[in-house]
């Protein structure tokens, strides 16, 4: 699988595919303008309805009221119309960040299967100085057992002395 992501419209604006929060609600309003000039034309019809309301100015307050209503039709209107217009766009992202979650994914099972060799050979170095120190051990417990002998073997070697006697001794029998 290839490390690059698939080929978009997207591709000469790096910003697209990483991006703050900040700048996701920035790149929305510049996508879609018409929603946020319907938010606002709502939210400002509601707090003239407010005001007219406090200053008992019933036939503004009801017009106010109109408008909110108009207001929120035009903001719905943009949000479908908006949704069907960048619909494609949206799925194109959605692959991306789809992509990027098995890269992702990917990436941690590479890193985890390298620490995992990493500590298979730490454990084959450490079983081979074992096996080194062992024989080692081994090799030293062995010329010990050699000295040893050789003590014992000159000692029980008789000397000349020893040699002439028994053949003395050999002799008369």
């Not at 490390?3 to 910003?15: A, Q, T």
């Not at 979650?101 to 730490?122: F, N, P, S, T």
Request: hydrophobic share 35%; glycine share 6%.
């Amino acid at each position: 699988m290839s490390d690059k992501p698939y080929p978009s419209s997207f591709d000469d604006d790096p910003d697209f595919y990483n991006e703050s929060r900040l700048g996701k609600i920035g790149r929305k309003i510049k996508e879609e303008p018409l929603i946020p000039i319907g938010l606002t034309a709502t939210c400002y019809a509601l707090y003239q309805a407010a005001i007219s309301m406090k200053k008992g100015d019933h036939t503004r307050v009801n017009r106010m009221f109109r408008a909110r209503i108009y207001a929120q039709a035009f903001t719905i209107v943009a949000i479908i119309g908006g949704s069907i217009y960048y619909k494609e766009d949206r799925q194109k992202r959605k692959v991306y960040n789809e992509m990027l979650a098995l890269q992702k994914a990917q990436e941690r099972r590479d890193a985890w299967i390298r620490e995992l060799e990493a500590r298979e050979q730490e454990e084959e170095d450490l079983a081979k100085k074992q096996k080194a120190y062992i024989v080692g051990m081994r090799e030293q417990e062995r010329k010990r057992k050699g000295e040893a002998r050789s003590v014992v073997e000159t000692l029980e070697r008789p000397g000349p002395i020893v040699t002439a006697i028994l053949a003395l001794a050999s002799g008369r029998s």
